[in-house]
Nanobody, 116 residues
């Protein structure tokens, strides 16, 4: 079984920055796509960013130019650098890792609150 542990969330003022981390551990035998979703109260879950095993990245239009996704050389830890944060970024952020033969594994979620 693969486990994902997230960290780095918190309260930040508009214009500030946060760096989220997501570390995968457990039964891992391959480098798979990883990324981040977010969900705000009353809104549907939104794909924020993803990074493939080869390092290709995708960003939602709402965060492009402000957020950067990356992963370690081992590629089992993914980061989300969030700059120029705005109140609309407030949400619970969930890390995910695509499975090879099984389904997607999800992190526990970390709260990001952008408020003055």
């Amino acid at each position: 079984q693969v486990q994902l542990v997230e960290s780095g969330g918190g309260l930040v003022q508009p214009g500030g920055s946060l760096r989220l981390s997501c570390a995968a551990s457990g039964r891992i035998f391959s480098i798979n796509d990883m990324g981040w979703y977010r969900q705000a109260p009353g809104k549907e879950r939104e794909l924020v960013a993803t990074i493939t095993s080869g390092g290709s990245t995708y960003y939602a239009d709402s965060v492009k130019g402000r957020f950067t996704i990356s992963r370690t050389n081992a590629k089992n830890t993914v980061f989300l650098q969030m700059n120029s944060l705005i109140p609309e970024d407030t949400a619970v952020y969930y890390c995910y890792r695509k499975g090879t033969y099984s389904g997607t594994t999800w992190g526990q979620g970390t709260q990001v609150t952008v408020s003055s």
